[in-house]
């Protein structure tokens, strides 16, 4: 008897919405290391409603179904800003993408990207990068290093399986995103130090954490750093207002005065990191497999989010102007913000843990940020590429 094919069809409908939704929770209920998001929040991030990169972005989701069962799904989208970027940093013209994509076996897999690849042509579109789900700023690349270990907040969690059937597809890497591992509960190295040291006597600078009460301008502080530093960055698009306003509402509840720092030489802000409790630390505890935690879980996740108590951290985004960086300024700065969250995080959070990144594989000054402070790779995630 031959094997039943694989259909692959568009999502039109709210059942398929959901289904959509729901397939991921389905496909990783064994991973150990895979952590349910809430689905309330699956449900926004997937939706023109819930997330304002719709308003700069075309998409069609896919299902694939073998017999009558669910095996997949992918999104096929094009960043409408990704496109106004120029080549050589890695969107531009022509660059359409696909991500969020799960699958139970390679046939499945094929299909739909070959389905991506096909709406993607019918948008004119003459290259794929891919994974990306959905922005450049949420779940770039495929995890091809670290599935042994749970990723922290706001980072992805792939089937080790779907580098192979990604290559097989046509697809090569283009660009590898680290995040480095950092034990928080050691003291950095002396020269890290004194460094600091030395700028804590400078009367220039200033490292500050953020005012809460003043949430909005400090945002626009941290964006116009971000948007400044990022700018000649591979993968580069600019973060709209809207962005920024859902991003912060999203974010506010772990945000610590504490563990976001503003640097500021001659009264300009000119660097910041940010760094957020490891939410995901409570939320594989209490999440369920579905994304739907009980009254107990809601209340747990409720009580931790308050307070986070043993709490991990992550540092994903962090820059210093374009003016200042590859000097000596921009590393000190840099390793003040680092030392003094790492003490925050101790001491307040009881830490043990740290997480930076991601960080691309060709920003050496980051790296060797990384380098000196004795962190060491953890994850590596891989963008593809392929013409269409």
């Known amino acids: 008897m031959a094997a039943q094919q694989v ?12 289904a959509f939704v729901d397939l991921s929770y ?80 390679e046939e499945a897999a094929t299909a739909l990207i ?3 690849e096909d709406w993607l042509r019918t948008q004119g579109m003459t290259r794929v990068l891919a994974p990306m789900n959905l922005s450049v700023w949420e779940e770039p690349g495929l995890l091809i290093k670290g599935a042994d270990h749970p990723p922290m907040v706001m980072m992805g969690h792939h089937n080790p399986a779907y580098q192979a059937w990604i290559e097989s597809a046509g697809y090569a890497g283009v660009k590898t995103l ?19 040291a030395m700028g804590e006597k400078s009367s220039k600078i200033r490292v500050r954490g953020v005012d809460k009460s003043r949430f909005d301008a400090e945002a626009r502080t941290i964006l116009d750093i971000l948007n400044d530093a ?23 509840p772990l945000v610590r005065e504490d563990l976001i720092m503003i640097a500021e030489l001659d009264g300009e802000p000119v660097a910041f990191m940010m760094t957020l409790p490891d939410l995901n630390q409570i939320q594989l505890k209490v999440n369920g497999k579905n994304g739907k935690p009980s009254l107990l879980g809601w209340i747990k996740l409720g009580l931790w989010t308050l307070k986070p108590k043993n709490a991990d951290m992550r540092v994903p985004l962090m820059g210093v102007r374009k003016k200042l960086q590859g000097s000596r300024m921009a590393s000190q700065l840099a ?33 060797a940020i990384a380098d000196a402070i004795d962190s060491k790779v953890n994850k590596e995630y891989r963008v593809y590429a392929k013409g269409l």
């Open 230 to 252: 990022w700018s000649d960055n591979w993968g580069f698009v600019p973060i709209t207002d809207a962005e920024v306003a859902h991003t912060g509402k999203k974010l506010k």
């Open 7 to 18: 259909i692959v069809t568009p999502v039109t409908s709210k059942a398929d919405f959901n």
């Open 178 to 196: 680290y995040t480095y591992d950092l034990d928080i509960t050691k003291e950095f190295p002396p020269l890290i130090q004194k460094i600091v």
């Open 335 to 367: 390793f003040m913000m680092i030392e003094y969250i790492r003490r925050n995080a101790v001491t307040t959070y009881n830490g043990k843990r740290g997480e930076i990144g991601w960080v691309l594989d060709d920003n050496q000054g980051m790296n």
């Open 114 to 116: 070959a389905a991506a």
């Open 26 to 105: 389905r496909l990783n209920a064994s991973d150990p290391n895979w952590v349910p998001q809430l689905r309330s929040e699956e449900v926004a991030k997937f939706s023109p409603g819930g997330n304002p990169f719709f308003e700069h972005a075309r998409y069609q989701y896919f299902l694939a179904r073998r017999g009558g069962e669910l095996v997949g799904r992918i999104s096929a989208h094009i960043d409408e800003l990704a496109l106004t970027q120029p080549e050589d940093q890695g969107m531009g013209p022509g660059t359409g993408m696909w991500g969020a994509i799960e699958a139970t076996d």
